[in-house]
């Protein structure tokens, strides 16, 4: 595994609309594996790949409960109901806003394996898969602003 830099807001691909991952292979799971290891690094809950400079659809998410690993994640539903809390992101060190979020979603996606998964989350990982999914249309959370 490797530490991958982290690009920070000003960098043109953080803007970029990301490609979908046509074939899992090898090198998509070494990628999972290498922005694991920088997310955790960092630290921070969530990563996605623009954010290490590559215009894939793929994330990395750890709120305490395990590692989630996303191939071309789509949010499904969100709930009506929303909240407002602060929010950070390692492309924008050293910044917080507070930013409105659905409370829960429901994201369908690959997994490691290739295989369709759902995931459902509320609070914190609803917020992470959002803020996430964001990244790979080339939003920022200082978007919302």
């Known amino acids: ?13 953080l803007r970029t609309k990301c490609k979908e991952v046509e074939e899992v292979t090898d090198k998509t799971r070494k990628l999972l594996d290498d922005m694991a290891e920088t997310m955790y690094d960092a630290p921070g809950v969530g990563l996605a790949a623009p954010q290490v400079g590559i215009s894939k659809r793929i994330v990395v998410i750890d709120v ?28 924008i060190p ?9 409370y829960k ?5 690959l997994d490691r394996d290739g295989k369709e998964i759902i995931v459902k989350g509320k609070g914190l ?13 080339g939003k920022l959370f200082v978007d919302y602003l």
């Open 125 to 137: 990982l609803a917020r992470a898969l959002q803020h996430e999914i964001d990244h790979l249309d």
């Open 64 to 91: 305490g409960s395990g590692i989630l690993e996303l191939i071309n994640p789509e949010i499904i539903e969100s709930s009506e109901k929303t909240y407002i809390d602060n929010e950070g992101c390692l492309s």
């Open 105 to 109: 979603v429901k994201v369908e996606a």
């Open 1 to 13: 595994m490797a530490l991958l830099k982290i690009r920070e807001i000003g960098d043109p691909v």
């Open 94 to 102: 050293e910044k917080t806003a507070k930013v409105e979020r659905a």
